[in-house]
Each structure stands twice: as C-alpha cells, then as structure tokens.
T-cell receptor
Framework: DGGITQSPKYLFRKEGQNVTLSCEQN?????MYWYRQDPGQGLRLIYYSQIVNDFQKGDIAEGYSVSREKKESFPLTVTSAQKNPTAFYLCASSLLGQGYNEQFFGPGTRLTVL | DAKTTQPPSMDCAEGRAANLPCNHS???????VYWYRQIHSQGPQYIIH???NNETNEMASLIITEDRKSSTLILPHATLRDTAVYYCIVRVRSNDYKLSFGAGTTVTVRA
C-alpha cells in the first residue's frame, strides 16, 4: 500500500538530547513537509522540501534541522536548542506542478521530553 | 493568505447533515478555500476545495457564497466516524505549497 510512515508513534527523550524523527513515503511525491501540533492548536509548519538536497524553513524552524538526501525520506531532528519540544509531529507529502495537490499526512509521532 | 474564522465546536446527530461554516471576509480573488479534517491523534485528511463554484465529491459538498466571504462544508449524512476537527484554509493556488492551519471546528457526531 502506498502511503507515509512515521516512526516511532511515541518517543520519550531526556531534556538536552537531540532526537531524530523518521518520515518515509512511497507515493513518489516530490514535496515533503514537517508540521508541529500542540494540544488544542492547529498545525504549524517547521520545514518543507520540494526537491532532493533542498529545503526551506517554515514558520517555526528554530531548534529543528532536516535533511533530504533521498526523495522518499525527510527526517526531522529536534535539537536541544528547541525550548519546548514536547508536541505531536506530523509529516506530509504532495506532488508538485500545476494546480492544487493535496497533502497526504502520516500518522504522526508524539514526542515527550522529560 | 486570508484569515479564516470558524466556530470552535458543534454537535451533530448521526444520520443528519452537518453544516460547518467558515468566514473568510478578506479573501482575495485568487485565493481558494480548502477543507481538511483531523480525527483524534491522526494526521489531517484532505476533504475538498473550491474557488467560486460549489463543489461536491464523495466525502462532502462545499458551498461558497457569491461574494466569497464565507463558505459552508456540508457532510450530507454524518456518521460517528465523522467526529473530528475540521479546518478551513484559504490560500493562493501557487508554487508555495504551504498550508496554514488554524484551530478549526471540533465536530462531535452523536448517536
């Protein structure tokens, strides 16, 4: 089945540790995105990438880093510089090109920093 | 992108139509209206989008007023599985593929 996978579903880390969240898609989509969601809030864009080896900051990129070495993969690293890392992290992907291309979302990773 | 206003919550009876309003009074001529929904602890799911004309697909209908300052998402026969947060998003259809999600409307379908 085609789709987006995120692992793990739940992740616990100690304060001050970097942690990397995985996102893989087999939809052959060009663009990939990372969003953060806090309780009762909407999604906020962290980073996005439209092509391999290129990515752009979203609205809340500080304290995060990404890489896009393969079309299928867009891992997100939450660094110790992120002041409030505990949140629900969602990865998405979409086609590019003319017209509107809906974003397909993964199941999310819930990160808790203790 | 234009700002949207949605009621924070609404209830709906199972089997009845659910009408979800969205106000976007500052929408400009080249901005589209998109709807996504998010079932608890899952990723959002695309529902429908439109510019001026009313749109319908297998999930829902989208009614946009003539002045385009507001729209309504209609779930024709709500089921318990339609309980979710529904997001109305207004944005330009361009190469900028970012989506801006507000707080949305929490819809609870009751048996």
């Amino acid at each position: 089945d085609g789709g987006i996978t995120q692992s793990p579903k739940y992740l616990f880390r100690k304060e001050g540790q970097n942690v990397t969240l995985s996102c893989e898609q087999n939809l052959n989509h060009d663009a990939m995105y990372w969003y953060r969601q806090d309780p009762g809030q909407g999604l906020r864009l962290i980073y996005y990438s439209q092509i391999v080896n290129d990515f752009q900051k979203g609205d809340i990129a500080e304290g995060y880093s990404v890489s896009r070495e393969k079309k299928e993969s867009f891992p997100l690293t939450v660094t110790s510089a992120q002041k409030n890392p505990t949140a629900f992290y969602l990865c998405a992907s979409s086609l590019l090109g003319q017209g509107y291309n809906e974003q397909f979302f993964g199941p999310g990773t819930r990160l808790t920093v203790l | 992108d234009a700002k949207t206003t949605q009621p924070p919550s609404m209830d709906c009876a199972e089997g009845r139509a659910a009408n979800l309003p969205c106000n976007h009074s500052t929408i400009s001529g080249n901005e589209y209206v998109y709807w996504y929904r998010q079932i608890h602890s899952q990723g959002p799911q695309y529902i429908i989008h439109g510019l001026k004309n009313n749109e319908t697909n297998e999930m829902a209908s989208l009614i946009i007023t003539e002045d385009r300052k507001s729209s309504t998402l209609i779930l024709p026969h709500a089921t318990l599985r339609d309980t979710a947060v529904y997001y109305c998003i207004v944005r330009v259809r361009s190469n900028d593929y970012k989506l801006s999600f507000g707080a949305g409307t929490t819809v609870t379908v009751r048996a």
